[in-house]
Structure formats: structure tokens, C-alpha cells
């Protein structure tokens, strides 16, 4: 087991070296520049700014450059957006924001999607079934803006029972946490009721029932453990989005958090915040793959890690 | 062995309303298990025994349905139980171990955990007792290193060591009675002997009743009391294990022993299948539905299912033949 994680990590780092270096090629691929404006700037400016940040240099000298300082705890300083601050800085300011709301999406969205998903399970084909299937095609549809911007309206604009922006109160983690934690609720109900019917087939089932255990036992014990695999697969890096934060929804509400400034640090060619918000982003995603291995293994004990695959 | 009745099942008939209509598996059928009896029931695949047995333990799955009919265990009909006192009932008072024991445990517990977990749903007894109870019943049936063995899950088990929890895990509660469908039939010969071996060694340790659902033969004559033969979801024979064997009275139950191969036979004799096919419940004959397929037929057992006749003591036949021997013989009429 401690084989296996230490092997994974090693694995990790040479997988973030590469996203790393393709998202510093790609990102330098598109066209434009963060020093020009809407005025213009003179080809000489432009050069000495150029310079000065170290973009004067061949690509693959700069990407070594970033590589080295990268691993030696310097991820550079922002360019355009806060000029000179540290991106690391920046990073710790704008992603405890965003992790708050990540995580209250998170919770909510697991344990009642898990819960729906059985629910629809146990009652297939019944009324509540049809409800259930109906809102959660329904969310997994509609784009998160929609969603976003009808509960600004309805509860910010016409109710005005929730604050329309920010986080000082609780209540205003409410639509951004509800907003951000629909789709993946949809979702998960979807799978949870998908395998959860697999299972329900199962003969182990019938052996519950032939002993005489309730039917919330039954479900929640004998059927539900069986069938998280693929919620747990899917859990992974919806983890790891949730919590580096959604765009759409933290510019809805607001909320000055990660995935906001992601997005825009893209929009004005701010290099050394994309490259860092990016790196923060695979780091987590592939650390979420290790857990979800582990994970896996604690679900089910069938299952034997560093086995198999290789 | 006092001669009391445990179960009474009356007409029981069991239909599967299907989208191609209606499917009758259980076509009426009607027999008694006394306390400490155990009784097989033998037919081929489709004829309606392992239905019935679904039914006195209230798993049917939809969409099957008992639509008429008793089953009277110690005097209730269970039919009439609502869901909560089924759940109390199954389990309790009766249990049921299934044909493939590589796929009835689950396999994210513990074997000690679901052991337990019977004995816990249905006795307010502490964890302790509940496992001092789950390793005793693992010893009675054979297996060794109980401690350790607890706490492994299924899939560190063989299919002969899982059928055994199953086995276990049936009794675990004392039941009065025990429905084993094929509990041998997807285990390996040898191991199939080391089951019924163990089987045959707690019905003398436990007066416990049970009935056995199978399609050999040689597992009724090695456990069974009485055996009823099924077919197309009646009952067309039953008695005392010795008089069916000996004396077959039902054509059909004559060809199945004459379709098994014999330790005793002559090396040229050669096994006589019964030709045809099972009967469709779909479209079930109005007759006797082996009539199609069987070197007696007449004419009236096209047209009417015949009454049982008893041919001896308490064994029955449902064929024309028997009866009009009897009506011609009229001594052997009971």
C-alpha cells in the first residue's frame, strides 16, 4: 500500500511536469500579448517590457526558466492583473474563497445526489422515479449561468431573501454553493440510481431479504456500498474542480475567488497566474486520482491496488 | 418422531403476468411437512419448484403473484402477513439457502458481519452474543479457524466454504424450517458430497424441517423423507421417498427414473429419455400438462387434469392411468 502511494506520487510529479510544460507552450501559442493595450505600445517598450520579464528568450529557454524557479518554490510575479505581486500570494488569497464555496457544493450535492439516486433506485418506474429523472435530465442540460443568474433573480431580485453578491454572511454561500453543486447533485443521482439497479439484481440482494433485514438496510447497506464505484470514479476530480472554483458562478454572485480570476488572468495574457492556476489545478486533480484509488480499495475489498494494468 | 404439521400449503397457485400474458408457474398444488420431515422437491428447470418455494419465504419477485391458495405454517396463513411481520418471519422462523453461493454473499462485508447481522435483526442480543453465536454456527458446519475466518470477506472463500456460511447463516436463527434451492447444484462433485454430507449430519443433530429443491434424483434418496415431483407447475407425485423410487406411479416420474443413469445397471442398457419438450405455462394445456409428452396418453387426459389416487400409504399420483386402475382394482381406492 505505501508502495503503491509512493509509486503513484512519483508517477504524479513527471504528470504535472507535462501539464505544466504543454499549458506553457499552448498558452504562448495564442496570439497577443500581455503588454498590449488598447493605445498601443511602441515596438521599443514593448521589447525592453519584454526583457525585463524574461519573454525576450527562446521558448524552450523559457520554459526551463519557469521549470526551475517553478520547482524551487517561485512561481514568478503577476504581469498585468496585480502588477509585481507574487502569484503564489494572489493564489493563497483567491483560493480559501473559493474552496469555501467548493466545499459547501460538494457536500450538499453528494449526499443529496447519493440519496436521491437510491430513492429512484428503490422506487423505479414509480412517480417520485419519473420526478427525479425529470429534474436531473433537467440540470445536467441547462448551462450553469442559467442556473445561476434564476436563482439571482428569484431570490436575490424578486424575493430579496438571499444577498445577490459576495460571502460576508452565511446566507450568501447559499445560491453560489446551491448553483455550483446542481449539476454534479444531477449527476450523481444519475449514476447512483443507474449502478444502484445493477446491484438491486444482485443475489446477495435477495440473500438480505431472505434473512429478513428492512429495506432501508437492505439499500443503504447491502446495495449502496456496492454500487458507489462509480460515483467514487466521478467523485475524483469533481472534487478538484469544485473547489478551485467555477467561473460562471463566481462571476454571477460576485465571489472573488479562484476560477474567476483563472478565466480572466487567460483573458489578458497573464502568463505566470495562468501557469500557476493551472499547475494548482492538475496538482489537485492528480492527487484526487491517488485518493480515489484508495478509496476505491476501501469500498470494496475485492479490489487490490498496484495489481492488474501493469 | 411425532407426526405434527409445521406447513400446510392448499391449492397454491402462483401466476407471472408477463407483457405475452399470463404465465401460470404454480398451477395449485397442495402438500403437508410435519415438524422434523424433510421433503424434496424434484422437476425439471420451469416446473415451477423453486416458485413455490419463493412463495412460502415471500421473495416473489414482481412480476409474479400468488393468486390463490394457502400456506398455513403452524396454522397462519402467511399470506396474509403484511410486509412487517413477513420481514419478522423470514429469516426467523423460516430460512432459505440459495443455488449459487458464489454470488449470494455480499462482497464488501465480512463473513463475521453478516452472520451477525442475522442474528441481530431479529433477536435483541448484544454484538458480543450475536458473534459467540455466528462462530458457534460456523464451527457446526465445518469450518475451521473461526476467529480468522470471521473476519474475511467472501471472496477469500471457496465455493463449498461459501455454501457453508450459507448454510450457516440459514440457521443461524433456529428456524423451524429450511428451503434449500439446488444449494449443490453449482458446486463441484466432490464438494456437492461434502454438503450433503453436512447437510445429512445437522438433520440428525438439529430436528430442524426443510424442504430441497432439486433436480437429482440422488440427492432426494440420500436426504429426503418424502419427495413431491413437480411438473409444469403441479405437483403429479408424491410420497415416501422409498415408495416413489420403488414404485413410480406417474408416467413422468417413471421416465426421469428411467432417464437416470444406475450404479446397478447392465453395461449395454442405455438411459431413456423422456422425448419432448417442457410444457409452455404460457399456454398451459387444459389437461394434464404432460399429456403431450407422454406413451400412456388418452384421450381424457387431453381434456381434464386428473384428481390425485392414492396408489399406498400417503403416496399419491395425479394420472388417469392410476385412476382407473384403481376404479378397475376398486381395493386400492382409499
Known amino acids: 500500500m505505501t508502495k503503491y502511494v509512493i509509486k503513484r506520487l512519483v508517477i504524479a510529479i513527471f504528470t504535472i511536469l507535462i501539464i505544466a510544460s504543454l499549458t506553457f507552450l499552448l498558452m504562448n501559442a495564442v496570439p497577443g500579448s500581455p503588454f498590449l493595450t488598447e493605445h498601443g505600445v511602441s515596438d521599443d517598450t514593448m521589447l525592453a517590457l519584454e526583457a525585463k520579464y524574461g519573454m525576450d528568450k527562446p521558448l524552450p529557454i523559457q520554459l526551463k526558466n519557469y521549470l526551475v524557479s517553478f520547482v524551487q518554490g517561485d512561481m514568478g510575479v503577476s504581469i498585468k492583473m496585480q502588477k509585481n505581486r507574487p502569484v503564489s500570494e494572489i493564489i493563497l488569497e483567491k483560493f480559501p474563497v473559493s474552496v469555501k464555496v467548493g466545499i459547501w457544493a460538494l457536500i450538499w450535492s453528494v449526499t443529496v445526489g447519493i440519496v436521491l439516486g437510491c430513492l429512484a433506485a428503490h422506487y423505479r418506474g414509480k412517480v417520485l422515479d419519473s420526478i427525479l429523472r425529470v429534474v436531473s435530465t433537467v440540470g445536467i442540460a441547462i448551462p450553469g449561468f442559467v442556473v445561476a443568474s434564476l436563482l439571482l433573480i428569484v431570490f436575490g431580485v424578486k424575493l430579496r431573501l438571499l444577498p445577490t453578491s459576495g460571502l460576508d454572511s452565511w446566507q450568501g454561500y447559499l445560491m453560489p454553493a446551491f448553483a455550483l453543486g446542481f449539476y454534479p447533485m444531477c449527476y450523481i443521482a444519475r449514476l447512483t440510481r443507474s449502478s444502484m439497479l445493477d446491484v438491486i439484481h444482485q443475489d446477495y440482494i435477495r440473500t438480505a431479504k431472505a434473512k429478513g433485514l428492512g429495506n432501508r438496510t437492505i439499500v443503504f447497506k447491502h446495495a449502496l456500498r456496492n454500487s458507489l464505484i462509480p460515483v467514487v470514479t466521478y467523485l475524483g476530480p469533481l472534487i478538484a474542480y469544485l473547489i478551485t472554483g467555477g467561473f460562471v458562478v463566481e462571476t454571477v454572485f460576485a465571489i472573488p475567488g479562484l476560477g474567476k480570476y483563472f478565466v480572466q488572468s487567460i483573458m489578458c495574457r497573464d502568463y505566470p497566474i495562468i501557469m500557476g492556476t493551472t499547475i494548482l489545478l492538475a496538482v489537485l486533480l492528480v492527487i484526487m486520482m491517488v485518493v480515489v484509488d484508495i478509496v476505491y480499495k476501501l469500498v470494496d475489498p475485492r479490489i487490490q491496488l498496484g495489481k492488474g494494468g501493469e | ?334
Request: glycine content about 8%; proline content about 5%; hydrophobic content about 40%.
Open chain 2, 1 to 334: 418422531m411425532e407426526k405434527k404439521k409445521l406447513l400446510e400449503v392448499k391449492d397454491l397457485r402462483v401466476s407471472f403476468f408477463t407483457p405475452a400474458g399470463e404465465v401460470k408457474a404454480v398451477g395449485g398444488i397442495s402438500y403437508d411437512l410435519n415438524y422434523g420431515e424433510v421433503m424434496g422437491i424434484v422437476g425439471e428447470s420451469g416446473s415451477g419448484k423453486s416458485v413455490e418455494a419463493y412463495s412460502i419465504i415471500g421473495l416473489l419477485q414482481s412480476p409474479g403473484k400468488v393468486i390463490g391458495g394457502e400456506i398455513l405454517f403452524e396454522g397462519e396463513n402467511i399470506l396474509t402477513y403484511d410486509e412487517k411481520k413477513m420481514r419478522a418471519f423470514r429469516g426467523n422462523s423460516v430460512s432459505m439457502i440459495f443455488q449459487n453461493p458464489m454470488t449470494c454473499l455480499n462482497p464488501v462485508y465480512t463473513v463475521g458481519n453478516q452472520l451477525m447481522e442475522a442474528v441481530l435483526c431479529h433477536e435483541h442480543v448484544s454484538k458480543e452474543e450475536a458473534k459467540k453465536r455466528a462462530m458457534e454456527m460456523l464451527t457446526l458446519v465445518g469450518i475451521n479457524n473461526v476467529e480468522k475466518r470471521m473476519k474475511q470477506y467472501p471472496h477469500e472463500f471457496s465455493g463449498g466454504m461459501r455454501q457453508r456460511v450459507m448454510i450457516a447463516m440459514g440457521m443461524i436463527c433456529n428456524p423451524k424450517l429450511l428451503i434449500a434451492d439446488e444449494p449443490t447444484t453449482a458446486l463441484d462433485v466432490t464438494i456437492q458430497a461434502q454438503i450433503l454430507e453436512l447437510m445429512k449430519e445437522l438433520k440428525e443433530k438439529i430436528q430442524m424441517s426443510c424442504i430441497f429443491i432439486t433436480h437429482n434424483l440422488g440427492v432426494v434418496a440420500e436426504i429426503c423423507d418424502k419427495v413431491s415431483v413437480m411438473y409444469g407447475g403441479r405437483i403429479i407425485e408424491q410420497g415416501l421417498v422409498d415408495d416413489v423410487f420403488e414404485h413410480p406411479a406417474h408416467p413422468y416420474t417413471q421416465g426421469l427414473l428411467r432417464s437416470m443413469p444406475r450404479v446397478d445397471a447392465e453395461s449395454y442398457e442405455r438411459l431413456i429419455p423422456i422425448e419432448g419438450t417442457p410444457v409452455d405455462l404460457l399456454n398451459a394445456p387444459q389437461g394434464c400438462p404432460f399429456a403431450p409428452r407422454c406413451e400412456h396418453c388418452r384421450r381424457i387426459c387431453l381434456d381434464e387434469m386428473p384428481d390425485y389416487t392414492s396408489v399406498g400409504n400417503g403416496h399419491q399420483s395425479a394420472c388417469w392411468l392410476n385412476a382407473l386402475q384403481a376404479l378397475e382394482g376398486g381395493s386400492e381406492v382409499a
